[in-house]
């Protein structure tokens, strides 16, 4: 006997032994090499989306426990994929359900307003600190430490970054990022706004790419910060006259010399002017200088914020953005987690045994080939009672020659063979019959709509079970159609009146 491990249905259609009818006995497949067959499809990427949200309900089944996904699981077996796509599959089918979609795009518009928050921040502290380093213009400016205000906090916090690749740092040097996630968390609403950000930074750690991400935030932040310096000081040497200097008691005129020498040399460049040595010891603030000299060292302070402030961050953004957007590009999800790997015996089908045991003896009947199939076909109308009274008259009324009678559906069993039929074959028109002096519980509602989304239309009868007096059936009927509307039905299709049901169901069918 050989064993065969199969992951979809045209993988067992393939190797499958056929039956002869006739005889009653099953014949081999021609001799095939199991290499020829795919045993899985190939993985397709995994976007953000989908894997954040997977996450998400994974973390949220791990705190709270399992959720009801009969359905959803009836659904991704179905499906001819990989054990991966399932799991995505099935979050797809959960998040809609439970609106954790909905959430999470709450949580990433809230992300962009935060975002936008720190962009407006950059702006007004560029502007602060260059108005900060230059003042008002009744006193001479001292360039170096004009230089130091503008560009100090950047260049220590850029070392930082650089420091955290060797040193491992569980920040990852960006502070402004991680600022981000708490702004973002803060911006968030709902009973399950917690989990967003877990699961996000969970996927993105994963990935080896929220290093990257949170470091661009920061870039990004640190460059806006600086493109307003920038246009502030333009704005502000435009528009005012102001003198600039150097000042010391420690250090003589040489070390100036040299630390603008120094400093300059990479922004003369670039084409930004240099002060000349003259220049630089006349500029002792003892001597008067004419505005050219000060005009050259606008362009210098100018060079030196271009070149050791904004290029590096703009640098360090796009290297952080084609890191992300390439490791973000191989994003998959690890099956192997807690909460992944329970799941494959129930997403995938059970292994299959598809050769002989013993040849077949005379005591043998003859087999039947395929499983079950639904009772229906697609150009029948069905009718079918749930939860109805056992002594109610069934059915409703007279059915016409072209309609199923699925009789009364009450236990568990009758209910899963019912979605099995309908997901093996979808009923072009259904209708369910409900008692209408019966409350709707969450459970029955649930199940009206498993029913209709395997349908392609779906009515419903509220019907009498005994008679009750004309008021208090209309309070009843009212409670049904407020919850049933509630629940995603159509008004129209939810009948009170038992001639407009059979109108509908009798109406025949436009298929082509």
Request: with cysteine; net charge positive.
């Amino acid at each position: 006997m050989h064993t065969v491990y199969l992951n979809s249905p045209e993988h067992l259609a393939w190797f499958q032994p056929q039956f002869d009818s006739a005889s009653g006995t099953r014949q081999r497949m021609p001799d095939t090499k199991l290499s020829a067959v795919p045993l899985r499809t190939a993985a397709k990427p995994v976007s953000l989306n989908s894997a954040w949200l997977a996450e998400t309900i994974r973390l949220r089944e791990s705190l709270w426990g399992p959720l009801e996904d009969a359905a959803e699981v009836r659904r991704v077996r179905t499906e001819r994929t990989n054990f991966d796509a399932k799991i995505l599959q099935r979050a797809r089918l959960l998040g809609a359900r439970e609106q954790l979609d909905t959430m999470l795009m709450r949580y990433a518009r809230g992300a962009r307003y935060a975002l936008a928050l720190l962009c407006l921040s950059a702006v007004l502290a560029g502007a602060g600190a260059a108005l900060s380093a230059l003042g008002d213009g009744n006193r001479s400016v001292n360039v170096l430490l004009a230089l130091t205000t503008m560009l100090g906090i950047n260049l220590l916090a850029f070392a930082l970054w650089l420091a955290s690749f060797s040193l491992r740092s569980p920040s990852n040097g960006s502070w402004l990022g991680e600022l981000w996630l708490w702004l973002t968390q803060k911006l968030a609403r709902g009973p399950d706004a917690a989990l967003a950000p877990r699961a996000l930074v969970s996927v993105l750690d994963r990935n080896g790419s929220l290093r990257w991400i949170l470091g661009g935030i920061s870039h990004t932040w640190w460059a806006t910060a600086l493109i307003s310096v920038l246009l502030t000081l333009l704005g502000i040497l435009s528009t005012r006259r102001y003198q600039f200097n150097w000042e010391t008691t420690l250090l003589s005129p040489d070390s100036f010399v040299y630390i603008t020498a120094a400093l300059g040399w990479l922004p003369a460049k670039l084409g930004f002017p240099l002060p000349s040595e003259a220049i630089v010891r006349a500029s002792n603030g003892l001597q008067s200088l004419p505005e050219s000299a000060h005009a050259l060292w606008s362009g210098w302070l100018i060079g030196c914020v271009v070149v050791y402030g904004l290029l590096p961050r703009l640098v360090g953004t796009l290297l952080s953005l084609w890191l992300s957007k390439r490791k973000l590009a191989r994003l998959s999800i690890d099956s192997r987690l807690p909460g992944y790997a329970e799941l494959r015996d129930r997403l995938e089908p059970p292994s299959e045994k598809i050769d002989i045991d013993a040849p077949a003896g005379p005591w043998i009947p003859a087999l039947k080939h395929g499983q079950h199939s639904p009772a229906y076909s697609t150009r029948q109308a069905l009718i079918v009672g749930l939860e109805l009274p056992p002594d109610i008259t069934w059915p409703p009324f007279t059915l016409g020659p072209n309609t199923i009678d699925l009789g009364l559906n009450d236990s568990r069993p009758q209910r899963k063979q019912l979605l099995d039929d309908f997901q093996q074959q979808s009923p072009a028109r259904l209708l369910v019959v409900c008692d209408s002096q019966q409350t709707p519980d969450r459970g029955t509602l649930a199940l009206l709509a498993q029913l209709a989304s395997l349908s392609q239309t779906m009515h419903i009868f509220l019907c009498n079970s005994d008679p009750i007096p004309a008021d208090r059936d209309d309070t009843r009927s009212a409670q049904w159609r407020k919850q049933l509307v509630a629940a995603g039905f159509a008004s129209e299709h939810i009948h009170s009146d038992p001639d407009s049901a059979l109108i509908w169901l009798n109406t025949p069918l436009e298929l082509p």
